[in-house]
């Protein structure tokens, strides 16, 4: 099956009612997304359903038809949309069967007859607001009739390609929600910079990130990463970050574990889950550093030189061990050095934590801002492809300027 083919003027053309059907398929995101097996499943129920030579679940962009899952069309990802049998289907917004495109004037000789596909039945879907978006097809190399039971069983099917539409629109707005929950703007404090970004491998995940500037004065930064992903694991967290930031503003830190721990313990049990958290508090005027690393392990202090102090962990993971203990631990931010934090997202694509931060992290590190330190480190976990949330945060202690100028 060719991919791609030049374009044709015919019946096939979309309707009047594009700009909302283009704007229903954007707001979902799905165009250009990676394969996924809830689709390709739904595509190969029907190609053995109808006995057929192919299925595919496709969508009707403004200039092409896209495949998001097919098979038994192997290659088939992206059409125009004068070949697109689909885009017909789109247009009349009902159940199209062509049962012998050799015969239909609009694509007797278009690309799909030159590879020998003769019959062609398409199942509108549509969007969670009701609007066209796409189709589940069938093809086969053989003219064919289609009853009312082959209708039915079709649209059953494309009924389930519609469900999984809803549920990844509902998961990306779940998503940003979450991506609202993490902070936007960094605490305002004289000598230092911070930042943050988490990158959830699914629309939703299980790391956070969060930081507070407490009543003592100090700076309280937190990065968590709850086992598993998705809705379970994102709901595990948003307990956690609101309890978290509740008993850090009152409490020491050894206090605010132990609190944290006993809120948290039944969650933990019953959702069958464990966490990960690095917290820590930084004195500004001195750069005294206390925190509490619960099995995260992924915390270190880089210098301007590109030297690397790795924090040591204090106890185990949240919700791992009954009657768990966590001692806080002290280090020193010194001006100049960098505090950073990762999640296990980033380290998955590296032998070790080490090797990580002197490929992304350790290279320039003197350069430019910690947002942009922060953002380079997503985006190469972005371009390598990231099974797991990739999460970073990064405290800088900003040099005084007689250190800055001696060092140029």
Request: aromatic share 6%; glycine share 10%; net charge negative.
């Amino acid at each position: 099956m060719r991919p791609e083919g030049g374009a044709r003027s015919t019946g096939a053309a979309v309707d009047a009612g594009q700009e909302v059907r283009l704007r229903a398929l954007h707001s979902l995101g799905i165009l250009g997304t990676p394969r996924e097996e809830r689709f390709d499943r739904i595509a190969r129920l029907a190609r053995r359903l109808f006995d057929a030579s192919g299925a595919a679940v496709n969508f009707i962009a403004e200039d092409r038809q896209w495949t998001k899952a097919e098979s038994g069309l192997e290659g088939l990802v992206a059409v125009p949309l004068g070949e697109s049998m689909c885009a017909r289907t789109v247009r009349s917004g009902v159940l199209t069967v062509i049962e012998d495109a050799a015969e239909d004037a609009d694509f007797c000789d278009g690309m799909f007859v030159a590879d020998g596909i003769r019959f062609y039945a398409g199942c509108p879907i549509n969007s969670g607001d009701g609007v066209v978006i796409g189709t589940l097809c069938i093809v086969d190399t053989v003219p064919r009739t289609f009853d009312d039971r082959d209708r039915a069983a079709l649209a059953d099917l494309a009924a389930l390609a519609e469900r999984e539409i809803g549920l990844s629109g509902e998961l990306r707005r779940a998503g940003e929600v979450q991506q609202m929950l993490m902070p936007s703007l960094a605490l305002e404090v004289p000598g230092y910079e911070m930042a943050g970004r988490c990158v959830a491998s699914q629309d939703i995940g299980g790391d956070f990130f969060a930081w507070q500037l407490l009543s003592t004065g100090e700076i309280q930064l937190h990065l968590a990463d709850v086992m598993g992903h998705g809705i379970p694991a994102a709901l595990v967290a948003a307990s956690l970050r609101a309890v978290l930031l509740g008993a850090s503003q009152f409490n020491t830190l050894r206090d605010t574990m132990g609190k944290v721990a006993d809120a948290t313990g039944q969650l933990f049990e019953d959702s069958a889950s464990f966490a990960t958290l690095h917290s820590v508090r930084v004195h500004p005027e001195t750069g005294t550093m206390e925190y509490v690393d619960a099995g995260h392990g992924l915390a270190f202090i880089l210098d301007l030189q590109g030297g690397l102090r790795r924090l040591a962990t204090s106890g185990p993971p949240l919700g791992l061990l009954p009657d768990a203990a966590w001692e806080p631990r002290a280090e020193h931010l010194a001006p100049g050095e960098t505090l950073v934090v990762v999640s296990d997202g980033l380290l998955d694509l590296f032998p070790s934590l080490e090797e990580a931060v002197a490929k992304v992290l350790r290279k320039r590190v003197a350069d430019g801002s910690v947002r942009e330190l922060v953002d380079r480190v997503i985006a190469f976990s972005e371009r390598r492809g990231h099974d797991d949330d990739a999460t970073v945060l990064a405290l800088r202690r900003l040099p005084s300027a007689g250190e800055a100028a001696a060092r140029q």
